[in-house]
């Protein structure tokens, strides 16, 4: 089954401290994940892809084959990362994104 | 404008009426998506069109009604709707080729059925 899964629900850590969203995905071809942002009152974006192995806003996330996961990490947290995050994962053939459930980021001051 | 939009992004409508949502992509995508986005669910796919060719219904009741008519536009026809159909309705696009498979998205059309 072709499923992305985000454990936590919500999540909410404090000014400073370090943050991980988790994703973990369930995908029998070659995965292609990306982190979608959606802060409040603004439409879904693009927060990163894990082809680009980049870094954006300070969050990285790296693919992990052998745990099947894609967890988005931050080492400071700021306050404007309060957030909706969601995982998605492509899915060849269909060629549309499977996304998560999501999970409310809450940067405490 | 740049970007896909949407319109209207504000509608009310009862359940007897028929209205349609639009969407435009002036990114020179080929596929384009709708997605319902509530609080009980947060994103769900309802339609995929590849190169104006719908290739996903993603079990959405007859009441939704899409129509592509060119790669940049497309419509969810709205009729005899429910209360619990209101929710935010999310169009999206994408390049729709190889090595390129983000999405965008539009604002959204938040939708009220009395």
């Known amino acids: 089954a072709q499923r992305v899964t985000q454990p936590e629900k919500l999540l909410s850590v404090f000014k400073g401290a370090p943050v991980e969203l988790k994703c973990n995905y369930s995908y029998s071809g070659s995965p292609e994940l990306f982190w979608y942002v959606q802060y409040s009152r603004q439409r879904l974006q693009l927060l990163l892809r894990h082809i680009s192995r980049e870094s954006i806003k300070g969050f990285t996330a790296d693919l992990n084959k052998g745990e099947t996961s894609f967890h988005l990490k931050k080492p400071f947290a700021q306050e404007e990362d309060s957030a909706m995050y969601y995982c998605?994962?492509?899915?060849?053939?269909?060629?549309?994104?499977?996304f998560g459930q999501g999970t409310r980021l809450t940067i405490n001051p | 404008e740049t970007g896909v939009t949407q319109t209207p992004r504000h509608l009310v409508m009862g359940m007897t009426n028929k209205k349609s949502l639009k969407c435009e992509q002036h990114?020179?995508?080929?596929?384009m998506y709708w997605y319902k986005q509530s609080a009980k669910k947060p994103l769900e796919l309802m339609f995929v069109?590849?190169?104006?060719?719908?290739?996903e219904n993603n079990s959405v009741p007859s009441r939704f009604s899409p129509e592509c008519p060119n790669s940049s536009h497309l419509f969810l026809h709205l009729h005899t709707l429910q209360p619990e159909d209101s929710a935010l309705y999310l169009c999206?696009?994408?390049?729709?080729?190889?090595?390129?498979?983000?999405?965008?998205f539009g604002p959204g059309t938040r939708l009220t059925v009395l």
């Open positions: 069109y590849n190169f104006k060719e719908q290739t």
């Open positions: 998605a994962l492509f899915i060849q053939g269909a060629q549309k994104l499977v």
């Open positions: 999206a696009s994408s390049p729709g080729l190889a090595g390129a498979h983000e999405q965008f």
């Open positions: 990114l020179g995508h080929n596929a």
